[in-house]
């Protein structure tokens, strides 16, 4: 093999490597093949999305809460990037913040104000599922 083909050869390699590299780089949202489901209650909400993919994007629930505290119960794997979940009770303090998103934990939020409470998901190039509900404590 001759240096100009060995030259070629660790070029088109480079160019593949980097091309590849690149392939985790491209943004993506949620969408349908994420296969989202929210269920939105007074005093339950839920909220899964599978086969994420480098996914960076927010949602964003208001939800009626009627007592002081909520269980929140994660089913996420995350196992690429990152997710973040807070939530805000109606005076618009935060009770609950969340990073990562993680499988089999259960939580209770900080005492809050009961009426309205905002619920807001971050994904910064998650990969894998997240899977959450929030229910009243009793």
Same mark, same amino acid.
Not at 25 to 28: P, R
Not at 32 to 38: F, Y
Not at 132 to 138: C, D, N, S, Y
């Given at each position: 093999m001759t240096a100009r083909s060995m030259l070629r050869l660790a070029?088109?390699?480079?160019?593949?490597?980097i091309a590849a590299a690149c392939q985790d780089?491209?943004?993506?949202y949620l969408g349908?093949?994420?296969?989202?489901?929210?269920t939105v209650l007074p005093d339950s909400l839920r909220f899964q999305a599978f086969d994420l993919d480098n996914v960076t994007d927010t949602r964003?629930?208001?939800?009626?809460?009627t007592g002081s505290v909520a269980t929140v119960h994660h089913q996420s794997f995350v196992h690429h990037?990152?997710?973040r979940l807070t939530?805000?009770?109606a005076a618009g303090d935060t009770v609950y913040r969340k990073i990562p998103l993680e499988f089999e934990l259960e939580n209770e %939020?900080? +005492?809050?104000q009961p009426g309205v409470w905002d619920v807001h998901l971050e994904l910064f190039g998650a990969r894998g599922r997240v899977?959450?509900?929030? %229910?009243? +404590?009793?």
């Open positions: 070029t088109l390699a480079a160019v593949a490597a780089s491209i943004i993506k349908p093949e994420n296969r989202e489901v929210e964003t629930w208001s939800w009626v809460m990037g990152q997710g939530i805000l009770d %939020t900080a +005492a809050g899977d959450f509900v929030l %229910t009243r +404590a009793p």
